[in-house]
């Protein structure tokens, strides 16, 4: 009942905050590289649990080291291990998605707008939508949390963020008995659309850009003899989306931004992703082991816009409007319907199992998988006419290993992984990780997407599928990496280094028309990160040059740099506080511009975009098991004149005040 109560109390306490107003961002982050996700160590004396719960004899009780969590993966590789929940107050700030991503991401200047990797990612193999843009702003399935939890854990977290910017976060979770847990996430994401033309003295109302609802219901079930485990979960995303093409920026500055009229003011884009997981293994003897996967995902994305005739108009006097923003038309040029609908059910079976050497251990895992997928699109055609459609579906079989052998000291350890998808795609990924290296080398050879394959709609079409003269090919990367790990005193130095050699590259062009590069070309990027602890103070920073050989397919800005101080100092004997400030600079470059119609970023040449020092201060504060934080989000927005750009056209949201609260409770 008290849970109950609190999710009411939080739910419509987010609806009057959205009726007044006020704004808010994120559930805590989980940081790919700064992060940790088995808790630790905050700086200074704010490191403790946060406080566990005692009883009448002052015997601890409930807090975070008895609440604890595992991943699916680390179950499939025998190397389960509970994790206790982090209470640290660093990285509590990093609210924005690109923040918590360390900026290895960009968007389109507000929270829940399409996303897209600064660098080039290794593709899947098999056949995949391509329609990834919004994908981050769910709940992942290799992140998805089980746990067990020796009393009701909430997590309740919630941030007033500027500029109407709002998520709610709401975690729940607990032990039907031992060996069976349930539990749920909840989120609700919002964002105020900031430009409409209208000047904000007589604007009376603003819209919603972005609304996005996530919910996971997740649980894991182990047998008394530990022989059977299974774990499930279902995933829902429902993202909402109003796509305005860029803004027309007026020929003089101006820093009411609600002055800036959109290109496009009609066109909205809803995904929703239904996604049921199931993971169970049984254990017949320690090295020889069952295990199932099953996964059912539903993937639906429509776009409209019943004002066409904006996306049409140009003007050369502004850079927005100098071409286009829809190509062409074919069919109607008063209206866009556009719909695809994925359904794709994934069947794996294998074997696994462990064998132990005195104090090392060697894995193995080999696995058969079956997938089945139907995608159909539909678009317009004309406007009393029903909508046209086509469809394409496949049958494909994989056949898969991997071997890991762990070395006696329990830090080091070689992995190889192989996969090929009978007749077409294939992968291979070799990796060293110890105490002071990290590397490793994969090849992969994939098929296109589905949208780079085939797509038809009243603005583009191209259809390589079954034709000999434009075919795409299979894209091939093969990548070596590595990385140290030095510690020299209280200074850690972490120089890396990547190396990509891509064939059969495919890009979207200027027009937003897939194109495969029949030549090869390199990427080499470096990077060195930095860690310095002098006391209560802590400096750390990462950094990255990167080379391309071919930037007419590809742009990446040469340089991309993070950086961060802090200091940590304790208030009134209870105040544990960490004050700082963080900085993020990418140099000059033509980043892509985004496509909403087919959820594609691609190559444009009329702006440069970056050459800009991103600066933001903040404090952390925790008080028992409360976590607070004040920031000042993009503090030298619009200073001096000066306007930094997410995406073309564009801008960051100008500077605003955030103020988040992160509350657990284990009883």
Known sequence: ??????????????????????????????????????GGATGGQGGSAGGAILDDSTKLVYGPTTTRYFLESDVLNNRKKLFPIDTTLEGVQRTNYLSRYDYLYTDLGNLG??????????????????????????????????????????????????????????????????????????????????????????????????????????????????????????????????????????????????????????ANSHEKRNDLHVYQQFVLDTAFQVYHTLDFRAQSYRYTDTNMGEGLQTDTTTPALQRPFYPSVYFDSTEIRQTTLFRALDNQLGLKGQFAFQQSAFNYRAWLRNRLYRQTTLFNVERLRPDSSYVNSRFETYLGGWLGYYFPDSLTRVTAEAEYLLGRDFRFQGRLESRFLTAGYESIFASPTLIQNRFISNVYQWDHIGRQSTEFDLRGTQHIYGQLNLRLGKLTISPGIDYYLLTNYIYFDTAGVPRQLSSAFSILRTGLGLQLRLGKFRALGQ???????????????????????????????????????????????????????????????DTKLGDYLLAEPFVNFRINRVRLFVKLAHANQELLGQIYYSAPYFRTISRSVSFGVHWLLFD
């Open 113 to 266: 707008t399409a996303l897209r990797p600064l660098y080039y990612e290794t593709p899947a193999i098999g056949s995949q939508t391509g329609l990834n843009v919004y994908g981050l702003y769910g709940y992942q399935t290799q992140n998805v949390r089980y746990f067990d939890t020796r009393s009701p854990y909430t997590n309740m977290y919630l941030v007033l963020g500027g500029r109407g910017q709002n998520i709610l976060n709401f975690d729940f979770s607990r032990n039907i008995n031992p060996r069976f847990n349930l539990g749920f996430n909840l989120q609700r994401m919002t964002s105020d659309d900031q430009y409409s033309g209208t000047s904000t003295t007589t604007s009376t109302s603003t819209q919603r850009l972005i609304e996005n609802w996530n919910f996971v219901a997740h649980g894991n079930y182990r047998s008394k003899s530990n022989k059977y485990t299974l774990l499930a979960h279902y995933n829902n995303l429902n993202h909402r989306s109003k796509d305005q093409g860029g803004v027309v920026e007026p020929a003089t500055f101006t820093t009411d931004v609600i002055e800036l009229a959109p290109v496009l003011s009609s």
């Open 543 to 605: 950094g990255y040059s990167t080379l391309v050989s071919n930037d007419d397919v590809l742009r990446i800005p040469t340089l991309m740099a993070n950086a961060q101080l802090e200091y940590n100092f304790l208030l009134f004997k209870k105040l544990y506080v960490l004050a700082g400030l963080q900085f993020h600079y990418k140099s000059a470059y033509f980043a892509d511009r985004y496509m909403p119609l087919t959820q594609q970023y691609h190559l444009q040449n």
């Open 1 to 38: 009942m008290n849970r109950l109560y609190l999710l009411s109390v939080s739910m419509l306490l987010f609806g009057w905050i959205q009726t007044a107003k006020a704004q808010f961002p994120s559930r805590l982050p989980n940081f790919p590289q700064g992060g940790n996700r088995g």
